[in-house]
């Protein structure tokens, strides 16, 4: 059960990453901002619980900080019609050295701030462990059963009928990019109160490996996320080989959950097939 615990704990901040690029790209819009934006939210997070003492407040707070950062990539993206790559990329080098600096600012540190207070020891029923399945359950209820998500399937799959039944394409795509920094935001918040702290970096690329769950899941919320668990998994057994000293170079398992990545991903996918629209710009009168 503690092993289990430690997997789902792990998992979490690459589940709501991974919930997050599934609705971005949903609506048609590539998000490999996903990176800076759990930047975003734990260094949101990490200022409101240090300034007001509060780790709720700093929940909100990274949900905040990772709409902002998400409404920039989707203005760049959808009314600036910006590479949807380039405009992720130029948010996360954004996002890495704006929290170098505000760390600079604020803790005269660039490298971590002063340590806050978390949610507490809940034990299996951490606060964020509950929110992550129940943020799961509710994203594939949206995506299956709402209109909003049938319009947010249809932008992403066919924009021109879409707009002939009078839906707005590129008000559809922010909304899904919004969603998807709030969602990659409560991540980052995640990370930095589990940790107590922000470090430079924390977010160790479970950004670009919550895009691989999100194809590992075919694009699908309840997939995105079983895939961020499994990744969970893997990085469960790197801590726990690291631990017992197993005699393999520690520079092979510290790779395991990368090479665990890869060969899932390349297991799949060959067989999974992304929205139609998915990364492809989109103009009209209308909009």
Known sequence: MTFLIQ?????????????????????????????GILLAGALGATLAAYWTGNPWLGVLAGIGAGMLLSCLHAWATLRHRVDQIVSSLACNFLAAGLCRFILK??????????????????????????????????????????????????????????????????????????????LAGLGGAWLALEQHQFTDGMSGGRGYIALAAVILGRWTPLGAAGAAIFFGLAESLQIILQAYGVSIPTQFVQMLPYLMTLAAVAGVAGKSRPPAADGIPYSSEQD
């Open 105 to 182: 600012l604020v803790f005269h540190s660039t490298s971590n701030s002063a340590r806050v207070e978390g949610l507490g020891d809940w034990g299996p029923f951490d606060p964020f462990l509950v929110l992550f399945f129940v943020i799961a359950a509710v994203c594939h209820w949206t995506v299956y059963r709402t209109r909003f998500g049938l319009r947010l399937r249809a932008v992403g799959e066919h924009p021109k009928a879409a707009e002939s039944l009078g839906i707005s394409v590129l008000a559809m795509r922010f909304k899904g990019v919004l969603l998807s920094g709030a």
């Open 7 to 35: 997997v789902l704990r792990i998992a979490g901040p690459y589940g709501l990453a991974a919930l997050a690029g599934t609705f971005s790209e949903l609506g048609g819009v590539v998000n490999i901002a996903l990176e």
